[in-house]
């Protein structure tokens, strides 16, 4: 479903991705993991070809999104759905609106029949009758939900997480958990998924990676990478302050 082969990315003098590949199949829920800054959400750009890689190729099924010219592009991305980290709801437009705008600009529906996809949509992710609230009439919770329901619109194939449960307390973080569950196994759609929250990231997984120094250090299905014994992902995964990744910080800091 997506492939990055040899992926480099660097901004000014940061190297951000440094050679990273990674295969995602079809109905896998890959989680993607590391420090602020790593390169996670610049992952998810790169697949949805709002960055262009210094060097290697990203691929969305037989698509070298590298390749792409601007509508065939525009097209790919019909099928590949994004919830941002901040739900990025249009302030000015009710819920219905905002859930409707990709079929809007997109397509060439009608009133009537986006009118019934939003309300199944809306309905899949229990916020049906919410549809004619604004956004600053929902909680955290609510807004993901809706931006989650503007994601499926389009039917994606692939749908990619920013921070999916940031911000969000343990029990309603828990229930994001289990709607993207659920909607993909429901949907038979791939995730992306890039998040800080060990928690959501061993419910949500069906594949873990851990990026580290602009490369991909762990690789493996939950239960493995839990057990994992490089000293990065062992600290990473306890939270300890003692290991190699305040170690590697210091050292910058000493250099400087």
Do not use: C
Not at 118 to 126: A, Q, R, T
Not at 141 to 148: F, N, P, T
Not at 222 to 244: A, I, N, W, Y
């Amino acid at each position: 479903m997506v492939e990055l082969r040899e992926v480099k990315k660097q901004f000014e003098d940061k190297r951000v991705l440094d050679g990273v590949s990674l295969a995602v199949e079809p109905e896998e829920r890959l989680v993607i993991m590391g420090q602020s800054g790593s390169g996670k959400s610049t992952i998810l750009r790169l697949i949805l070809g709002m960055l262009q890689p210094d060097a290697g190729s990203v691929f969305f099924k037989q698509f070298e999104i590298t390749r792409l010219k601007r509508r065939k592009l525009q097209q790919v991305r019909h099928h590949i759905g994004m919830v941002y980290q901040y739900s990025a709801l249009l302030s000015s437009r009710n819920v219905r609106d905002n859930v409707a705008l990709p079929l809007e600009e997109l397509t060439v529906k009608s009133r009537k029949e986006i009118d019934g996809i939003v309300d199944e949509k809306l309905d899949l992710v229990g916020m049906k009758d919410a549809r004619d609230l604004m956004p600053s009439e929902l909680s955290g919770g609510m807004r993901k939900r809706v931006s989650l329901a503007r994601a499926l619109v389009l039917e994606p194939e692939l749908i990619l997480f920013d921070e999916p449960t940031a911000g969000l307390d343990p029990v309603i973080a828990s229930v994001i958990d289990e709607l993207i569950i659920n909607l993909s196994e429901k949907s038979k759609v791939t995730s992306i998924t890039v998040t800080h929250e060990m928690a959501s990231a061993f419910r949500i997984g069906t594949r873990m990676a851990m990026l580290y120094q602009g490369k991909v250090i762990e690789d493996a299905d939950p239960k493995t990478f839990k057990q994992s014994r490089d000293p990065v992902v062992r600290q990473f995964l306890s939270g300890s302050t003692e290991g190699p990744i305040l170690e590697g910080s210091q050292d910058a800091i000493a250099k400087k």
